[in-house]
């Protein structure tokens, strides 16, 4: 199974002697699966079977399937010969002849004279292969729905492993930087030390333990080495088969958490530079993850 989006759109019709028919499937982002079902009354046999193959098919969306369906008008034709009568008797009396030729032609056109029989829905049951049209285009719907996330998702899977390799590149940068932290911190703290330490009063000795101190609490090695674990874990993730949406949104916090830290930490202008720009590609990260089923 390839990575798969949440969002798309199907639509297929049919026709048959009987009449014609569209089913349309759209799909939104959504937290679980949620399918909602629109059919008309008395194709409850028909809607249970879209919905299990919806659920065969997916695992998280909001799902909407319709159905409409226009029946084909029969051939058969009756006169309700009652109403006639009495728009005939109404004619003559008035016109004070018979009502023959257009006259009567006009009549007929009144409303409620001329009435063609209709299939109904219920009675689409009776109709021979009626409910297999309706269920086997209502499961290519579904199929081309999937194949509408599924073409999302191969673009997400470019755009993801795109950020990815950013967010690489920006932590190998960060590794550069980070080695000229304790070099950066010395010098920072021993021209404040001889800013406010006139009479020489700290020894070197001090000094140095300071330092070391200082450069111990401003180490980001771990946030680093977690960074570059994630990254994998992230590109291994969106080639793998199955519903990995859920795991990505929660490596997303993880890969922001650690580059908060390292901003937290840094003491030169080039790291701090640096973390910004990779929480800015996990932002985005974040944002297209969140389309992922």
């Known amino acids: 199974m390839a990575l798969s989006g949440m969002t798309g759109f199907a639509r297929i019709g049919g026709e048959a002697d009987w009449g014609s028919w569209h089913w349309e499937a759209r799909s939104v982002n959504g937290r679980g699966l949620d399918v909602r079902m629109n059919l008309p009354s ?3 046999t028909i809607e249970q079977k879209i919905r299990k193959a919806a659920s065969d098919r997916f695992t998280r969306g909001n799902l909407q399937v319709s159905l409409r369906i226009e029946l ?5 034709v009756t006169i309700n010969e009652s109403t006639l009568k009495t728009l005939v008797d109404a ?3 008035t016109e004070g002849a018979l009502a023959t030729g257009a006259a009567l032609a006009t009549l007929m056109t009144v409303k409620g004279v001329v009435e063609t029989e209709t299939l109904s829905l219920r009675q689409l ?3 021979d292969g009626a409910l297999e049209a309706l269920l086997e285009t209502g499961t290519c719907v579904i199929d081309a729905l999937h194949s509408a996330r599924l073409q999302e998702g191969e673009e997400l899977l470019d755009l993801l ?3 990815l390799s950013e967010m690489e590149n920006q932590t190998q940068q960060a590794i550069v930087f980070a080695g000229e932290q304790k070099t950066i911190i010395a010098e920072k703290y021993r021209l404040r030390i001889q800013e406010f330490d006139t009479e020489g ?3 070197d000795e001090r000094l140095v333990t300071e330092i070391a101190v200082l450069a111990a609490k401003a180490d980001v090695t ?3 080495d977690r960074l570059t674990a994630h990254i994998a874990r992230g590109q291994s993730l969106v080639k793998s ?5 859920r795991d990505l949104g929660f490596l997303a916090q993880e890969l922001n958490r650690e580059a908060n830290t390292l901003c937290s930490k840094s003491a030169a202008l080039d790291l701090t530079n640096t973390g910004l720009a990779l929480k800015r590609v996990i932002d985005q990260f974040k944002e297209q993850a969140a389309n992922v089923e």
Request: overall charge negative.
């Open 42 to 44: 008395g194709l409850e």
């Open 72 to 76: 084909a008008a029969s051939n058969a």
């Open 91 to 93: 004619y003559e009396r």
């Open 125 to 127: 049951n009776e109709v």
């Open 161 to 163: 492993l795109g950020q």
């Open 201 to 203: 009063a700290v020894s």
């Open 222 to 224: 771990e946030e680093l």
């Open 241 to 245: 088969d199955g519903a990995i949406g």
